[in-house]
């Protein structure tokens, strides 16, 4: 509940995280508490739920949001200071995925584990710290470890309507002729010799076909449509959720229609796979990160060529990040390649 | 279908032409069905990433299916063959294996108990005698394989009987790649095993999991220090790659920090020990 008794939409579903989290502060008053490691992938809400914590114990906590590989320890330095309850944002930007690239991440793990009675509250990504535990053991230095749950699809539609006005939306049926189909004829382009290329294909459309076997002749109603196709490809994530529902509104009508399924058949190259894999894990990496991890075995520019041109990537100055909608599918393809 | 024909030699029926058609149309329709299901499944098999080779386990299965049904219903349905028959068809069967015949019937029943018993799998990698490569294909007669050379192998199924077979992967998509890299006496330990673990935690063709582990192991030798490498490779067919690329990143670390090769005459390969050894 927010200040005056209103419901804080922007942490809905991230309640008995907070209460978790809170429980184990106020432990650590009375001696006991350990440090927390709050995992989730992209789009999750990590961020939110640390911002929320920060806000609750103002006075007891100090908060670092990392948005860029550290490569000068002085960074963390930073807030090794007074106070007893250390948030850390983004922490799986402490190491880098190449040789060479764990020291930082080793000297903190030793601080974490150092007797002072400190406490840490950390976020990772959890594709990042599922490599970390590979090969660094690291949840044996964090005794509390809250994994995030997508919110349910009533949650998701709630997140999403909490910012307009009742009845500011208008959900509108589709036309007929407008509907999904289950069988689709596509092209899809890729780089052939340098040059783009359209393939013809038929693509069968999953979403759809389930959901025709599933509804059991409930009819819905558009909105009640249109959260089902959101909730369907977010798989509850609210960022996902957020990006498809922003992309399909035309503001202030949406229709079922307008949600469409996102991913295409990926069909990457081990080079772009392992690019691809990299910005899952790492959440955004500027080019020379990417250059540096990727050694001079990959031609990167071509790889981050044939990833934006497939829609999966986007850039801002020089910095990638896998487009929300997209991460899904990519995630699914990359665990198939066992690259995540 | 079987003519009783009164000229016939021994009483024996006689297949009358429109059988013998039959029974050649049978045979190649089972042929084609098996390539088409080989093609398709193959095809599906490579989409699916580390189910690749579970999926490639049905073909032997689905191919000793096609064809021993067919057989079946040639003998059954078709020449309707009686007991009497089988009998004299066997004693037939048993002299042809007794005269020639028996390195081919040896290969069959090779093939009926790979397919069975699954020494290995289509996809595997696999070292029979001086051969090594991946499984392609486990034939009524014969298993072909692709050594890392790009040659086409074809191993007759019976070796099973006469030879040990290792399988390097057994099945999964993933298989164990030993790396190795030699250094000279007086190296730093400690940074060259933590820089060889980091290429190999880094090397994009690595698989990690809780019982996929990686094992960094020294040994010293009177000239020179082994420092092995044991870790899995996501896809068997990026064994070659995994090593190469673990070694190769390795190395260039490994010499900025000022840790050296052995002199070259001493290691040569006439002298080194069996890198099979722990």
């Not at chain 1, 807030?79 to 106070?83: D, G, T, V």
């Given at each position: 509940m927010g200040k005056d008794g209103e419901v804080d939409f922007s942490i809905i579903g991230l309640e008995n995280e907070i209460e978790q989290i809170q429980s184990n502060i106020d432990d650590l008053e009375n001696g006991k508490g350990g440090s927390i490691a709050i995992i989730a992938e992209q789009f999750a809400g990590k961020t939110t739920l640390i911002n929320k914590v920060c806000s609750m114990n103002k006075n007891r906590v100090e908060m670092i949001s990392l948005s860029s590989v550290v490569k000068d320890e002085k960074k963390l330095q930073e807030?090794?200071?007074?106070?007893q309850i250390k948030i850390i944002d983004n922490c799986h930007f402490l190491y880098r995925h190449k040789i060479g690239g764990f020291d930082i991440i080793e000297r903190f793990l030793k601080t974490v584990t150092s007797p002072e009675n400190k406490q840490y509250i950390t976020t990772w990504n959890i594709h990042s710290w599922n490599f970390l535990e590979n090969t660094h053991e690291i949840s044996k230095y964090f005794p509390v470890q809250i994994k995030l749950q997508g919110l349910t699809q009533e949650q998701a539609r709630q997140l999403i309507l909490s910012e307009y006005e009742e009845g500011e939306i208008q959900f509108i049926e589709d036309p007929t002729e407008n509907k999904e189909k289950m069988i689709n004829f596509v092209i899809d382009n890729t780089i052939f010799l340098n040059k783009e290329i359209g393939i013809p294909h038929l693509k069968i459309n999953y979403r759809q076909i389930k959901s025709k076997l599933s509804r059991k002749k409930i009819i819905l109603t558009p909105e009640e449509n249109i959260f089902e196709n959101i909730y369907s490809i977010s798989k509850g994530n609210p960022g996902i959720s957020k990006a498809i529902w922003e992309q399909s509104l035309v503001y202030p009508q949406i229709k079922p229609g307008d949600i469409k399924e996102p991913c295409q058949d990926m069909e990457l190259d081990n080079d772009e796979s392992f690019i691809l894999s990299i910005l899952v894990s790492m959440q955004n990496a500027s080019r020379s990160d990417i250059i540096e991890i990727a050694g001079d075995e990959i031609d990167i520019e071509r790889a981050l060529q044939v990833l934006s041109k497939k829609n999966i990537i986007s850039s801002e100055r020089e910095h990638y990040t896998i487009k929300p909608e997209i991460l899904k599918c990519a995630t699914n393809f990359l665990r198939r390649s066992r690259l995540v | 279908m079987v003519g009783e024909e009164s000229g016939s030699l021994s009483g024996m029926p006689s297949i009358d032409t429109g059988t013998l058609l039959s029974v050649i149309s049978l045979l190649i329709i089972a042929y084609v069905v098996t390539r088409v299901i080989s093609f398709l499944l193959t095809a599906f098999s490579e989409k699916v990433g580390k189910y690749r080779i579970k999926i490639k386990m049905l073909l032997p299965i689905l191919k000793f299916s096609i064809y021993g049904y067919t057989v079946y219903y040639i003998m059954a349905k078709l020449l309707e063959v009686s007991a009497q028959e089988l009998i004299l068809f066997g004693g037939l069967l048993g002299a042809a294996i007794g005269f020639g015949l028996k390195d081919l019937f040896a290969d069959l029943i090779g093939g009926i108990i790979i397919v069975f018993e699954k020494p290995y799998q289509i996809g595997d990698k696999i070292r029979v005698g001086d051969q090594y490569g991946e499984v392609n294909d486990i034939g009524i007669r014969a298993t072909t394989i692709t050594t890392p050379d790009d040659n086409y192998v074809s191993i007759p199924n019976y070796v099973i009987f006469t030879q040990s077979v290792s399988s390097a992967n057994i099945g999964n998509s993933e298989m164990m790649v030993v790396t190795d890299i030699f250094l000279e006496h007086g190296s730093d330990m400690k940074i060259a095993r933590k820089l060889l673990k980091e290429a190999v935690v880094t090397s994009r063709f690595v698989y990690m999991s809780e019982k996929h582990p990686i094992t960094i192991l020294t040994k010293d030798f009177p000239f020179y220090i082994r420092l092995r490498a044991k870790a899995y490779t996501r896809d068997l067919r990026y064994e070659f790659n995994f090593e190469s690329d673990v070694s190769s990143r390795a190395w260039k670390e490994l010499k900025k920090k000022g840790i050296k090769p052995p002199g070259a005459n001493l290691i040569d390969s006439s002298s080194m020990p069996d890198q099979r050894d722990r």
């Open positions: 807030i090794e200071e007074q106070k | -």
